[in-house]
């Protein structure tokens, strides 16, 4: 299943990505930091929900109370959801 998740508090303003299961592939982000966004989906690209989730949930960019890293653990969550009809 295709997800999109629009990003709260980061310069990313999306992020699309492919749930089957609890696998998530293909993610992509709009907009934020080239070089991390390029390498983040590269790096979980097969992981988890859970995996994603214990790895970058919490992570805080600058001044800020998230990051794209953890707004991806929130989107992988959502989607998660979305697909079982929580």
């Known amino acids: 299943m295709n997800y999109v998740y629009k990003t709260k508090g980061t310069c990313s ?7 089957e299961g609890d696998r998530i592939t293909n993610v992509s982000f709009t907009g934020g930091c080239n070089g991390n ?11 988890t929900v859970e995996e ?8 805080t960019c600058g001044w800020k109370q ?14 998660y959801e979305a ?3 929580i």
Do not use: F, H, W, Y
């Open 66 to 79: 998230t990051s794209c890293a953890d707004q991806l653990a929130r989107a992988c969550r959502a989607a």
């Open 52 to 59: 994603i989730e214990s790895k970058l949930a919490g992570i």
């Open 83 to 85: 697909q079982k009809g």
């Open 37 to 47: 966004l390029k390498a983040v989906p590269a790096l979980v690209d097969g992981m």
């Open 13 to 19: 303003t999306e992020i699309s990505l492919n749930i």
